[in-house]
């Protein structure tokens, strides 16, 4: 069958969740508890271990199906308006949001702060100050276009996770 993107990435969280799920049965059925003089056969959970074993096999081999081919899509598939692949665009985003979030808090700072004291209490009657060493103008100028680029990006990205298709035997 051919999905986009994003409905394969939704199929392996629920196989995920599946997985999950039976192991927390498994966990809770492969070992029980019966008190002395009580019938054990009475109190004992359902439970296979060779069908267990073979469903988590199951779907260990269905994740690493769709991950193999999320990863191979986001190999091949180049997003046109940064020249990039989408595994590269996925390392690309990071470090936009990275540099954004440095940039916000150069921003947002005044061109001179006072020091504040350790613990709350002054020592000493000098009052120290923090100048920033660079323009703040120009920060918030290299923020605004960093946010811009991130957002397109992300935008990019999921354009391409809704529409591109891949192929999964499943």
């Known amino acids: 069958m051919r999905y986009t993107s994003a409905e394969a990435a939704k199929l392996l969280r629920k196989l995920n969740e599946e ?88 921003q947002s700072r005044l061109p001179k702060q006072r020091e504040a004291a350790s613990g709350g209490i002054r020592v000493t009657s000098v009052i120290d100050y923090n100048y920033a060493n660079y323009d703040i103008e120009a920060v918030r100028a290299d923020y605004e276009k960093t946010a811009d680029e991130l957002a397109r990006a992300q935008t990019a990205l999921d354009v391409m996770n809704n529409t591109e298709l891949l192929e999964l035997d499943i």
């Open 19 to 106: 997985r999950d799920a039976l192991e927390v049965k498994e966990r809770q059925s492969r070992v029980f508890c019966a008190a002395v003089g009580e019938d054990v056969e009475s109190v004992r959970p359902d439970y296979d271990y060779k069908a267990m074993q073979e469903r988590l096999n199951s779907l260990d081999e269905q994740i690493r199906h769709v991950k193999h081919r999320i990863s191979v899509f986001n190999l091949e598939h180049v997003v046109p308006e940064f020249s990039m692949s989408i595994d590269q665009l996925l390392v690309y985003i990071p470090q936009l949001t990275r540099r954004k979030q440095k940039l916000y808090g150069m």
